[in-house]
């Protein structure tokens, strides 16, 4: 049982390029989050799943986009990237009972844009 | 809009010590608060889930509390370890709504 894991670990990236962020989950549950986290600005919401097929807008949804094909899969991806979404990427999962129970974290991307 | 905050933003204490992190919300119609341990570089560790219907949870030597009322809970660390040196981050749950975040306390612990 590996929890939630995320791919790549690091990743730099030059201003304008694209590219994918995976995030997999084995625990069956049904709501998926991606979050970023920067230096005095704590953790904030990207993009949400509630089911497989269903995305919605975070807190910060701005240059990002996520697709849900799967249900143990949630992505998140950089169409252009820019300097400003240099951060460290977390994913995180909760079951369908997610009002009551606990939130379980991936180990993070840390992506750099030059 | 829900907001948390979490006092103070850094502690140093010296090993052994008991000591306590608050966490402050603006609303108190939430579902749950959950707190979290995380060490440098990387992820969040769930520490201790409390439900609304419930004033404490306990593990080991950490108890968090929840006062829905006045919008607060306390962790309490008893007999602190350099091992506990980490950020901590309180989380609320309300309502559809995904978990919302303090910017946490980091803790150092010296021996």
Redo the contacts between chains.
Sequence with gaps: NAGVTQTPKFRVLKTGQSMTLLCAQDMNHE?M?WYRQDP????R?IH?SVGEGTTAK?EVPDGYNVSRLKKQNFLLGLESAAPSQTSVY?C?STSLA???????????TRLTVL | KQEVTQIPAALSVPEGENLVLNCSFTDSAIYNLQWFRQDPGKGLTSLLLIQSSQREQTSGRLNASLDKSSGRSTLYIAASQPGDSATYLCAVRGGNTPLVFGKGTRLSVIA
């Design positions: 709501y989050y005095g600005m704590g953790l919401l949400y975070g977390f995180a997610g009002l009551y129970n606990e939130q379980f974290f991936g180990p993070g």
